[in-house]
Every structure is written in structure tokens, then in C-alpha cells.
């Protein structure tokens, strides 16, 4: 089975993490701060604060920014479920905004209707590893005193002419053993403003500044030295790995394109594809068991919006919705909760393996098996 994943781990990773194991000291230490460091100067900012996963840092940016209950926060409901969580988790709003149907991600021109006087911040999610239009909601920031704090999670080292994701507001990564890069589980948050890497920090740490000094109300999400040391090795990987997802991406495009639609970025626009994500307007779940009967394991991220997970079915009036009024015929209230773009695309998109770990074999028999599908 040709796998939708792989994590890439050799003798580095093992010989890192022995190290700290025989070393002794396991919690939080040089290994994270180290990791820290090189993560900062990768993603062009001044401070980066290590946490135990993707969602810790965004739910931590959140609470650093002191966004908490009557604030609304703009996003997609096109992403993993703890993008619109940690809003939750901390009493704000989410405000679901429509995405682009080429791209996948947050509309801009959707979001200045999205804004109201509680407005505290945009939350793009750089979904599949596609950077959002970050020229257009920088400017809608600025313009109503938003904070952005971006779900960079699927998209370590994506960037728009050259600044990388994770430098254009507080960003927010996630080392899950399926990302680009990983430490297993982990995160990252980074930032230009040192108040907020600051903030995070204690945080993090049960509000600790020194050792049993506690300033503030905080948690226990921090990163242990074993998922520090393997995130250096991963990190320094980390441009090999994406050079190759790009290949196998520009491949598998050359393949492809004219039989289906395949993925599309802004120019100037650097995806690093953690997800290689093609339409099927029609019997996709054919599509899928066909694949694997051949050999290919394929995913769909997400086949059910945030705004239509039973969940959050049950949480009317603790979210809103924002689509273009021309698709909908209709002005939205908290009981008409529609995205019809978003809900479209999770009727059809469809992942094929892009990671680095694909033979060349493997690129050929995905391109072979989808064509032959699409005639
Ligand atoms: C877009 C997005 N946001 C947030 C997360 C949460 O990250 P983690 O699983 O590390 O908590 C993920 C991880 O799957 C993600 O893909």
C-alpha cells in the first residue's frame, strides 16, 4: 500500500533522541530551547516558545492576545476541528467565513463582512500547506486593529515572495507525526512581539517565571527534550523534505492536470503541499476504494465542515456563518448556518499521497490509477 503519510525518521533521529534519554534530563530544556532558536531564524522572527502541540499554541496565542468571552475571531470552517476548538475553549466566537473554491482557504473578500465591533482578531488556517491571501486580510487587519494569528500547522516553510508563514502574525505550528516536520506531537508558536512570546511562555508553564514562582494562571503544555532534540534533526531536514514535496506535487500536476483540478496557489505563493489535494465532482467514496484496491491509500480532509460536526450542530448561537449572499439567497442567522463553498469542497475533495518518501514507482502507479479513473 502506497501510504497517504509516512513520517521520514533514520539513525539522526534515534542517535538525538538516545542522547537525551542516556543524558537524563527529559522535561523541557537546552534540546527546546536550541530547537527554539533555529525554528525563530527559519520562520524570519524574532521568538519562538515550544508547546506540546498544534493546538496548545494556538489556544495559547489566543489567551496571549487576552481573546476571551464577547470577542469574535474570523476563520474557516474548512480545517481539523481544533482550529475553531481552541476559540471556543477560550469563550470567544468563531466567525466561519466562506473559503475560496480554488484554493480551499478563507476568502478576503468575504471577511470585511465578517467584521463587527468585537471583532479581535482573523485566524487563516494555511490549509494543505497553501499559504492563505495574506496581502489582502494584512491589510483588512491593519485597517480594523486586528490581530492575525495564523494556523500554520500543515505549513512549515510555506511562504509568499520569500516570508515564510508564521512572520505575518503570531503563528501557530503543529510537529504531529504526519506534518511536514515532526517531534510526534508538538507545536510551536511564533512572533515578532517578545510581550507575547513572553505571555506564551508562562503560560505554558503553569505561569512559572522562576521555579515555583507563579505570576499567572497557566497549564503544563510544554515540550519535552526528546521531542526538542528530534525536532533540531527534523528542522534541518526540513528544505529537503520540501523541495521533494514539491517535486512529487509539480509531478504529479503534470500528470493530472486537464483530468481533474489540481491544486492551485497564488503567484509568488510558496505551497509546501503537506496535502496534495485534487476535486472529484463526482462518487468520490468509488474513487477511494478503487484506489486502495490498487494499492493507494487516499484521504479527505475534511468530510465534514467544523460548522456541521455534530458538535457543533448542537452549539447554534455560539458561532456564525459567513458566505457570498449570492449563493445563499439569504441573510444568515444563527439558525441558518450555511457555507455553501466550504460544504461543496468537503463533498469532493480528495488527498493523494505527496509526501517525500514516494518512489518515483509510486508517483507513476497514483497518476496511472487516477487517470485511468477519470476516463
Ligand atoms: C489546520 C490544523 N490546525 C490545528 C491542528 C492541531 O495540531 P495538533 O494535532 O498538533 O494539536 C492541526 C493538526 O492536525 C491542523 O491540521
Given amino acids: 500500500m502506497i501510504p497517504i503519510a509516512r513520517p521520514l525518521l533514520g539513525t539522526e533521529?534515534?542517535?538525538?533522541?538516545?542522547?537525551?534519554?542516556?543524558?537524563?534530563?527529559?522535561?523541557?530544556?537546552?534540546?527546546?530551547?536550541v530547537f527554539e532558536q533555529r525554528f525563530a531564524e527559519v520562520c524570519h522572527v524574532r521568538e519562538a516558545v515550544a508547546v506540546s502541540s498544534g493546538t496548545a499554541a494556538?489556544?495559547?496565542?489566543?489567551?496571549?492576545?487576552?481573546?476571551?468571552?464577547?470577542?469574535?475571531?474570523?476563520?474557516?470552517?474548512?480545517?481539523?476541528?481544533?482550529?475553531?476548538?481552541?476559540?471556543?475553549?477560550?469563550?470567544?466566537?468563531?466567525?466561519?467565513?466562506?473559503?475560496?473554491?480554488?484554493?480551499?482557504?478563507?476568502?478576503?473578500?468575504?471577511?470585511?463582512?465578517?467584521?463587527?465591533?468585537?471583532?479581535?482578531?482573523?485566524m487563516p488556517v494555511h490549509l494543505y500547506g497553501n499559504p492563505c491571501d495574506m496581502?489582502?486580510?494584512?491589510?483588512?487587519?491593519?485597517?480594523?486593529?486586528?490581530?492575525?494569528?495564523?494556523?500554520?500547522?500543515?505549513?512549515h516553510a510555506a511562504a509568499i515572495?520569500?516570508?515564510?508563514?508564521?512572520?505575518?502574525?503570531?503563528?501557530?505550528?503543529?510537529?504531529?507525526?504526519?506534518?511536514?516536520?515532526?517531534t510526534g506531537e508538538g507545536g510551536m508558536v511564533t512572533t515578532n512581539d517578545s510581550d507575547i512570546a513572553e505571555r506564551v511562555r508562562l503560560l505554558r508553564s503553569h505561569g512559572q517565571k522562576e521555579r515555583y514562582h507563579h505570576v499567572t494562571l497557566g497549564y503544563n503544555l510544554r515540550m519535552t527534550e526528546m521531542q526538542?532534540?528530534?525536532?533540531?534533526?527534523?528542522l534541518e531536514k526540513l528544505e529537503r523534505f520540501t523541495e521533494q514535496r514539491i517535486a512529487n506535487a509539480?509531478?504529479?500536476?503534470?500528470?493530472?492536470?486537464?483530468?481533474?483540478?489540481?491544486?492551485?496557489?497564488?503567484?509568488?505563493?510558496?505551497?509546501?503541499?503537506?496535502?496534495?489535494?485534487?476535486?472529484?465532482?463526482e462518487h468520490r467514496d468509488q474513487w477511494v476504494t478503487h484506489l486502495r484496491a490498487r494499492g493507494i491509500e487516499t484521504a479527505v480532509h475534511y468530510p465534514l465542515p467544523i460548522h456541521q460536526q455534530p458538535f457543533y450542530r448542537n452549539q447554534i448561537g455560539r458561532f456564525r456563518c459567513i458566505s457570498a449572499p449570492e449563493r445563499t439567497n439569504a441573510e444568515h442567522t444563527t439558525g441558518d448556518i450555511r457555507l455553501p463553498?466550504?460544504?461543496?469542497?468537503?463533498?469532493?475533495?480528495?488527498?493523494?499521497?505527496?509526501?517525500?518518501?514516494?518512489?518515483?514507482?509510486?508517483?507513476?502507479?497514483?497518476?496511472?490509477?487516477?487517470?485511468a479513473l477519470c476516463k
Fill in 250 to 281: 509539480a509531478f504529479l500536476t503534470e500528470r493530472l492536470s486537464g483530468s481533474v483540478q489540481t491544486p492551485v496557489s497564488h503567484p509568488g505563493y510558496r505551497h509546501v503541499y503537506h496535502q496534495y489535494t485534487i476535486r472529484v465532482p
Fill in 341 to 371: 463553498v466550504t460544504e461543496l469542497a468537503a463533498k469532493q475533495v480528495l488527498s493523494l499521497p505527496v509526501h517525500p518518501a514516494l518512489s518515483g514507482e509510486d508517483l507513476s502507479t497514483i497518476t496511472r490509477e487516477v487517470r
Fill in 135 to 155: 496581502k489582502r486580510l494584512e491589510v483588512l487587519a491593519r485597517a480594523y486593529g486586528l490581530v492575525i494569528i495564523e494556523d500554520a500547522c500543515q505549513a
Fill in 161 to 182: 515572495d520569500g516570508k515564510p508563514v508564521g512572520s505575518f502574525g503570531t503563528g501557530c505550528f503543529s510537529f504531529y507525526a504526519t506534518k511536514n516536520m515532526t
Fill in 13 to 33: 533521529e534515534e542517535n538525538a533522541v538516545l542522547r537525551v534519554l542516556v543524558s537524563g534530563q527529559l522535561a523541557q530544556g537546552k534540546h527546546v530551547t
Fill in 228 to 234: 526538542g532534540a528530534l525536532g533540531l534533526v527534523q
Fill in 58 to 122: 494556538l489556544h495559547l496565542a489566543l489567551l496571549a492576545h487576552d481573546i476571551g468571552p464577547g470577542d469574535e475571531v474570523i476563520t474557516t470552517a474548512f480545517s481539523f476541528a481544533a482550529t475553531a476548538n481552541v476559540i471556543l475553549l477560550v469563550g470567544a466566537t468563531p466567525v466561519f467565513v466562506d473559503i475560496e473554491p480554488d484554493t480551499y482557504t478563507l476568502d478576503p473578500s468575504l471577511v470585511k463582512a465578517a467584521i463587527t465591533p468585537r471583532t479581535k482578531a482573523i
